[in-house]
């Protein structure tokens, strides 16, 4: 079946510090594979995506990479900022999930200064 | 352009009681999908509208709910009689395409059943 595994929050960090957000998934043939943002207040997001093996996906200075190899595609960013305390989801989608988007339990993120 | 806007924000109901979600999705929209989250959980399918068709359905938890979108614009999730384990956020998203294109997401519909 598909899923997505993401580590658990929460996550604490000062500003500056690096972050990564660990994503893991399984499923059948390749899917898409996404991380969405939820500001407090706001509805999820598009943060970035990636759509096929070893492509990169960034935005705002995030970044991940998906490894088909190990199946994963964490988030990574080098210098968290205040602003980038939110909730993080990771999920997949593809033509083998009927185009439904399988969701990770989300990662709450909050950068002190 | 307004994006995905859901209402209400936030319901309190007691068990037994009829509760009615509603979902503007973003204009042009054909795709409209309702999610749910549990608290702590991952936020989950529930169904999947094309136009006012019903394209996807199968996570739909069980005859107490009832999604519409009549006439291909608005959509309402109706939840009859509510239960404890039916709280949690439901999430409405649209999309031009159905493919694995962006979603657009609304705030969500936070759903408290005592």
């Known amino acids: 079946g598909n899923s997505v595994t993401q580590m658990e929050g929460p996550v604490t960090l000062s500003e500056e510090a690096f972050l990564t957000i660990n994503c893991t998934y399984t499923?059948?043939?390749?899917?898409?594979l996404f991380w969405y943002v939820q500001y407090p207040g706001e509805g999820l997001q598009l943060l970035l995506k990636?759509?096929?093996?070893?492509d990169k996906g960034s935005n705002k200075g995030f970044e991940a990479t998906y490894r088909k190899e190990t199946t994963s595609f964490h988030l990574e960013k080098g210098s968290v900022q205040v602003s980038d305390s939110a909730v993080y989801f990771c999920a997949l989608a593809g033509a083998n999930t009927g185009n439904q988007f399988y969701f990770g339990t989300g990662t709450s993120l909050t950068v002190i200064p | 352009e307004a994006g995905v806007t859901q209402f209400p924000s936030h319901s309190v109901i007691e068990k037994g009681q009829t509760v009615t979600l509603r979902c503007d999705p973003i204009s042009g929209h054909d795709n409209l999908y309702w999610y749910r989250r549990v608290m702590g959980k991952e936020i989950k399918f529930l169904l999947h509208f094309v136009k006012e068709s019903k394209q996807d359905e199968s996570g739909m938890p069980n005859n107490r709910f009832l999604a519409e979108r009549t006439g291909g614009t608005y959509s309402t999730l109706k939840v009859q009689p509510a239960e404890l384990e039916d709280s949690g956020v439901y999430f409405c998203?649209?999309?031009?395409?159905?493919?694995?294109?962006?979603?657009?997401f609304g705030e969500g519909s936070r759903l408290t059943v005592l």
């Open positions: 499923a059948t043939g390749y899917p898409s």
């Open positions: 990636a759509t096929k093996a070893d």
């Open positions: 998203a649209s999309s031009q395409g159905a493919g694995t294109g962006e979603l657009f």
